[in-house]
């Protein structure tokens, strides 16, 4: 028995449909993303080839200088380039956004399929958050399809600066693929021109479910669970870490089980969290102490506010190429993988190395949140319960393990020849 869309559905409505109805109605069957991924030359859609050109086209900017790729670089599993908190970009590209670029891959070409053991353990955690949405794109989730997200970085002016649709449409009109775009969706596309911007962000949208490069399934963990290869002591060690419910409990939230249909997991549970990682200084808009990124209830999602309890959640993301990047959590506040563990497991044994004191000489825990929401930061789950001075989880050692474990999830790992007996 699976623990069905549906089922999802009925629990928590329009949000986890749009997810579903993207990730399964649209997208490439398993069987055909292997098969593309063994292809050096994918076949796309009509429309995918030209969402490339458009993923890569920076004079689709106000800037001429910033393109999707320039944040979401396919030579970092497409997330950012570099250790920024938050990438510059605007028309001056002078710039700075306010939340960490989140990577693309893997979060895009279909929702993961549990066990009955697995859907259970899920079931019961959903229950606790008070149907607390699920799924969506974005730290927030708040867009439903992946041609929403697309749009977004368009118009913000801290990304790609546009005005409005009508500007990007001009430029699309200038470029060099435009007739290419007629001959795709008709020579009369741009007269209609809210048909002619939704046609270009599913455009987008194709590219980035049929590019076998944003899911190539081709870490050494992946050859693990193929049988191809053995993990290392070290890794193997980590894996036990991570998974341990009473330790690192990592895998609650980043499943790593194969799916009841032998699909390679996620390593998300799509579902949402307070961590209450600290304010990082190198976001500009921190600058402003009434300033507060506050997750499902904004600034920039608006729908999830009514109910303050969804106050400091952000989504809980794939750890499918974490330790490629250089910056961690919504807030870029962390620049290495290993001190994202530290704060994991020393953010209660050890606060004062992680937050600020106050004007009153208190240490400042979970100062990323207004005091009256920090309530909402999770202190019931292991290992977020523990007490200032207890021992932590885990130790250096133990942080090292776990961090050759989640290099196990880089893509590209290169298989050895197959030894002759």
């Known amino acids: 028995m699976l623990f069905s869309a549906m089922r999802l559905t009925e629990r928590f409505g329009a949000q986890w449909a749009g997810l579903t109805a993207l990730l399964v109605a649209t997208l490439l069957p398993v069987a055909a993303v292997a098969a593309a991924a063994a292809d050096t030359k994918p076949v796309y859609s009509d429309a995918a080839a030209l969402g490339k050109l458009i993923f890569f086209d920076a004079t689709l900017s106000a800037s001429g200088k910033m393109s999707c790729a320039s944040c979401h670089s396919p030579s970092h599993a497409y997330g950012p380039p570099n250790g920024l908190a938050a990438q510059l970009g605007g028309a001056d590209m002078h710039s700075q956004g306010t939340r960490a670029v989140p990577s693309l891959r893997y979060v895009l070409n279909r929702t993961p399929m549990w066990s009955h053991a697995q859907a259970a353990s899920l079931s019961e955690r959903l229950s606790e958050t008070d149907n607390a949405p699920v799924g969506g794109f974005g730290w927030d989730g708040r867009f439903n399809q992946l041609h929403d997200q697309a749009s977004f970085p368009l118009f913000n002016p801290n990304e790609m ?22 001959d ?53 060690r980590g894996k036990k870490l991570f998974d341990n419910p009473a330790g690192g409990n990592c895998a609650s939230c980043h499943i790593d089980q194969v799916g009841a249909d032998g699909s390679h ?45 969804n106050c400091g959640l952000f989504k809980s993301v794939s750890l499918r190429n974490t330790a490629t990047r250089q910056v961690f959590f919504h807030n870029g506040r962390f620049h290495t993988l290993k ?19 106050d004007v009153h000489g208190k240490i400042d825990k979970f100062n990323d949140l207004p005091v009256a929401l920090r309530v909402n930061v999770d202190t019931t789950d292991e290992p977020l319960t523990r007490k200032p001075g207890e021992r932590p989880v885990w130790s250096e050692r133990d942080i090292n393990d776990v961090a050759a474990f989640l290099a196990t999830l880089n893509d590209g790992y290169v298989l050895g020849p197959k030894l002759s007996h």
């Open 161 to 182: 600066a546009n005005k409005d649709p009508a500007a990007v449409l001009a430029k699309l009109e200038q470029a060099p693929y435009a007739a290419r775009f007629k």
């Open 339 to 357: 001190d994202a563990l530290r704060f994991y497991v020393q953010r209660d044994t050890s606060p004062a190395k992680w937050y600020p004191k």
């Open 265 to 309: 997991p996620l390593f998300t549970d799509f579902n949402f969290q307070a961590l209450g990682v600290p304010r990082n200084p190198e976001l500009r808009a921190n600058a402003d102490p009434k300033y507060f990124d506050m997750g499902l209830c904004g600034p920039l999602r608006t729908d999830q506010s009514s109910d303050s309890s």
């Open 184 to 236: 795709v969706f008709g020579q009369n596309i741009f007269v209609d021109r809210a048909k002619a911007f939704a046609q270009a962000m599913y455009a987008i949208e194709r590219f980035e479910l049929e590019d076998p490069s944003f899911h190539p399934y081709s870490s050494k963990f992946d050859y693990y669970l193929d049988g191809k290869l053995q993990l290392t002591a070290q890794e193997l």
